[in-house]
């Protein structure tokens, strides 16, 4: 779906240290952020931003990269996701 807290084909899972997750909801092109209950804490996006989480297994950063244009959006210390 379109809406906040929906999904259009995410492509990756990470968890976050406080519990909660970050989904990269490729084509909703955003991110978004849930708590440890599952609530919507933010989202944000761009057109045309389709984002993708990539983990780091060697130090457990999760890499926030742009699928449209192969760029970095932002990098978190988190567990290692989907």
Known sequence: ???P???NEPHGVAALPSGGWVVAD???NRIQMFNAN???RL???APGLRPHISNDPHDEQVHIVSLHDER???TARGNRGN
Do not use: E
């Open 38 to 40: 599952g609530g919507l």
């Open 5 to 7: 807290g929906f999904f």
């Open 1 to 3: 779906g379109q809406r």
């Open 43 to 45: 989202y944000a996006g």
């Open 26 to 28: 490729t084509y909703n």
């Open 72 to 74: 970095v959006l932002g």
